[in-house]
């Protein structure tokens, strides 16, 4: 009775190995269509040949007779002719008619191969050597890098010879080699006060360089956009961190793995087991089960990240208010005052004089630094930014010695 099981077990497993065929077949969309179907050719298709690709063996039409296997999915197939075994696998080029499979070159970037070791069209970019035995990358034959090269070093020689020679023949007037200098230390000087320092006029060290655990939240260096700015990257973190924690968890509670491990790799290499019609479709079932646990995850961090994108601008809101209150910008000793008529409000030292009696009639030891008007033009700005342009286009034809 044993054996007679054991017969009938062995007797089955010949059948499956040998009844394999075409479980389904990939669309326009990417998507596979389940079901047995008649093998087509150049179209990618799904096989449930759980022994391996000889199972499909004289399965494909006579008019692509050749059998690529994918090189990512292990399920996947594709019956082609002689030369698009590379369009299908671009590693399994050489059409072997033999087993009537597309099988390895010895030749690499060949697209078709005349023998094992023998090249007879190369990928595109790619040039075919005299020997037919290897596919040279387009670029290096045609540009010929070593000949740009010298040309290229001769032309930065010659420029750098064109330059020497013009700065030693020019005449240059004293005048110009003072303005230039002036020039170059007015540019240095500037440079020199745009580096951030930490400025101190009544210590023995006037400036030095901040550290680097500094707070920025609280240390006035260059306003308050600077700590809210480390700010948007503590929030980008945390945004990170429940992402992957979200997809992470939606993984490992699936058995998207096991799928995964099955169906990715090539065919040739890969075991074949999950290549059964039945597995491909609790593969499918997973798979579903996969997107919808994702669709829900993805849903509730939709509205959690809202959640926590309105906290951190609250926070920022909050953050800017009690770095002003703890630091004294020149902000904090201005005034902003509206309402005047064109003809009160044009003379300068006037306004100032006028502002500072009623202040001191307040405060008696108020000073006023400066008073600055501001006009409203915005009926007027494109006449105004006109008359500006005029302008500053007399300022440097009078600065440069030519005639306004």
């Known amino acids: 009775w044993a054996f007679m099981v054991q017969a009938e077990a062995t007797a089955a497993a010949a059948g499956a190995a040998t009844h394999c065929g075409v479980s389904g077949i990939v669309n326009r969309s990417g998507f596979i269509q389940m079901g047995h179907h008649r093998p087509v050719c150049n179209r990618y298709m799904a096989n449930d040949c759980v022994e391996g690709l000889h199972g499909l063996d004289g399965l494909c039409p006579s008019e692509c007779p050749f059998v690529v296997p994918s090189n990512s999915y292990t399920c996947l197939f594709a019956c082609v002719e002689a030369g698009g075994c590379a369009d299908f696998n671009k590693e399994m080029p050489f059409a072997n008619h033999r087993t009537m499979r597309c099988e390895h070159c010895g030749v690499r970037f060949c697209k078709v191969c005349a023998g094992k070791d023998l090249c007879k069209k190369c990928h595109a970019r790619f040039i075919l050597s005299e020997d037919r035995k290897a596919c040279h990358f387009d670029i290096s034959e045609r540009l010929q890098l070593e000949k740009v090269g010298l040309i290229v070093g001769a032309l930065l020689a010659g420029l750098i010879l064109f330059a020497a020679c013009y700065t030693c023949t020019r005449t240059r007037s004293s005048e110009d080699a003072a303005r230039n200098l002036m020039a170059v230390r007015l540019a240095r000087r ?97 798979a579903v089960e996969f997107a919808r646990a994702n669709f829900a995850m993805l849903t509730g961090l939709y509205i959690l990240l809202f959640a926590v994108s309105y906290l951190y601008g609250s926070l920022q809101k909050r953050r800017a208010a009690a770095f002003d209150a703890e630091n004294s910008t020149m902000r904090d000793y201005a005034l902003e005052l509206k309402g005047f008529g064109p003809d009160t409000a044009a003379d300068e030292p006037a306004l100032r004089e006028e502002l500072e009696d009623r202040f001191r009639e307040v405060v008696p030891s108020a000073e006023l630094v400066g008073v600055s008007i501001c006009y409203d033009y915005h009926s007027r700005a494109q006449e105004v930014d006109e008359q500006l342009w005029r302008f500053m286009q007399r300022l440097d034809g009078s600065a440069g010695g030519e005639a306004p």
């Open 190 to 286: 500037h440079r020199h006060f745009c580096k951030v320092q930490d400025w101190n006029s009544t210590g023995s060290c006037i400036r030095s360089r901040y550290s680097l655990c500094a707070n920025m939240h609280r240390r006035m260096v260059l306003g308050v956009g600077l700590g809210l700015f480390y700010n948007s990257f503590v929030f980008l973190a945390i945004v990170s961190l429940l992402s992957l924690a979200g997809t992470a968890a939606v993984f490992h509670g699936s058995r998207m793995r096991t799928a995964l491990v099955g169906l990715v790799g090539r065919s040739d290499q890969q075991d074949m087991s999950s290549c059964a019609a039945r597995r491909q479709m609790d593969l499918h079932q997973e």
